[in-house]
């Protein structure tokens, strides 16, 4: 293998996909650790997948575009909760709620920043995926981005 093609390639942030689980906590510390070393800015993602069913009415369509605004400002507040709680200070940290399901909703926004991700291997789910299949597994398959997958146990982080 030729030296120039084992060099990763530049990335100009990190987005970490996080579900509020104890997985994606992880994750976060190790995505920090990665923006913090260089000097790249944190993309905090919270996707949230809303679809509309088309025979809703007009009303009810608006009621849950309402309900999602909610949805959408709670969950913000949240990232910047976890923000505090598990990043060190100093890190240029963005947040990004999407309406899109997971697996698209990483895949567009490390696409759109130029960025590497950093997710946990596992996530809410639980057991369900290994029936349903695994939002992680499907990233590393789908994207055309370099995906860091943090097992849970990896709680040591690099010095």
Not at 31 to 53: E, F, I, M, N, Y
Request: glycine share 4%.
């Amino acid at each position: 293998m030729e030296a120039a093609s084992m060099i990763p390639p530049p990335f100009e942030s990190v987005v970490c996909p996080i579900d509020f689980s104890d997985c994606s906590a992880n994750a976060l510390r190790w995505a920090a650790w990665l923006a913090q070393t260089s000097g790249k800015p944190l993309r905090l993602l919270h996707a949230v997948h809303v679809d509309t069913p088309a025979y809703l009415t007009p009303e009810r369509r608006e009621q849950i575009l309402e309900e999602w605004n909610e949805i959408r400002k709670h969950a913000e507040q949240h990232l910047k909760e976890w923000a505090k709680q598990f990043l060190p200070e100093g890190i240029d940290v963005r947040y990004d709620i999407s309406d899109a399901p997971p697996v698209e909703a990483i895949i567009a926004a490390a696409h759109r920043a130029n960025a590497w991700v950093v997710m946990g291997t596992h996530g809410r789910t639980g057991w369900r995926q290994v029936w349903l299949g695994s939002v992680t597994t499907r990233t590393i398959e789908q994207a055309k981005v370099p995906v860091l997958a943090i097992p849970p146990d990896k709680t040591i982080c690099p010095k």
